[in-house]
């Protein structure tokens, strides 16, 4: 975050912060901000959406928000926990109840998955994670989610649910950890130093917009090593955060090598 912001800038959705952000420069806008135009197509003005801080990180203005209770938003990108075998069906689909920490649990249609059909779709079990989108906020009905690419997803190939390669769907093995809902924005941003640092490790990890993390390493030395350094970068700045990581790598990497060596010192025993 820029360290040359002095004054704490305080904003609640449908403030105006047109005037807050330097039109000089070019910026990004992250969560939190939206902008909107006239309708005779004259000055867009840049609206909060989010009721926190208004914060800059490198060239994207956010606003930085800690709420503990989850609010489904259109195109939010979750990690849900199924909590039934199949509560239904509905159009020749098997339709499945989630819960993502919500105030209500979500439904899940079999065939929202990419390449499913009514003869070729997932079925799920209680408990099985799943990473999807919300696809409706559910004003008054219950939020709907689905596993097939959204409008917000321009880049991503399309991969049929059975090849395993899809960027939504069936979450296997793995840790789930639960974070501040925050810190899960910060992650979700591309420019997250702490996931930056580490990628030098071999690992899968889906962030979910409603406070969920799941982590999927070759190793659970990994897995600890990521979880509490995604933990710590919350307090930290970004050159301490930088250091932080490579520290825990070095440290670790170690500690495998040294276990390895007793290892085979063992063996030849």
């Known amino acids: 975050m820029n360290q040359k912001q002095k004054s704490i800038i305080v904003v609640i959705p449908g403030d105006d912060v047109t005037s807050r952000i330097p039109a000089e420069k070019k910026y990004k806008l992250g969560i939190g ?16 959406t989010l009721a926190g801080r208004l914060l800059q990180h490198r060239d994207t203005w956010f606003v930085w928000t800690n709420s503990k209770r989850y609010q489904p938003k259109s195109e939010d990108r979750v990690v849900g926990i199924v909590l039934q075998d199949r509560m239904g069906t509905m159009g020749g689909a098997d339709v499945y109840r989630v819960d993502i920490g919500a105030p209500h649990t979500c439904s899940l249609s079999s065939l929202a998955f990419e390449g499913a059909t009514k003869r070729n779709r997932p079925q799920f079990s209680a408990g099985t994670l799943v990473y999807a989108r919300v696809t409706s906020e559910g004003d008054v009905t219950d939020p709907v989610l689905s596993c097939t690419l959204g409008p917000k997803d321009n880049g ?6 059975m090849t395993e390669e899809a960027a939504y769907g069936e979450l296997r093995g ?6 501040p809902l925050g810190l899960a924005r910060e992650l979700l941003s591309p ?14 990890v889906a962030i979910g917009t409603n406070g969920y ?5 070759a190793r659970p030395e990994y897995t600890i090593l990521i979880r509490n350094a ?4 919350q307090v930290l700045t970004a050159e301490q955060i930088r250091g932080m990581v490579r520290s ?4 670790v990497k170690e500690n495998l090598q040294d276990d390895d060596d007793e290892e085979d010192s063992n063996m030849e025993e």
């Open 33 to 48: 901000l939206e902008p909107h135009s006239e309708e005779n197509g004259g000055n867009v003005t840049i609206l909060a």
């Open 156 to 161: 991503i190939p399309r991969k049929d649910w």
């Open 174 to 179: 793995g840790t789930l950890q639960k974070i």
């Open 191 to 204: 420019q997250s130093i702490v996931l930056e640092e580490l990628s030098k490790l071999p690992f899968e």
């Open 213 to 217: 993390l799941w982590i999927h390493a």
């Open 230 to 233: 995604i933990l710590n970068s």
């Open 248 to 251: 825990l790598i070095k440290s």
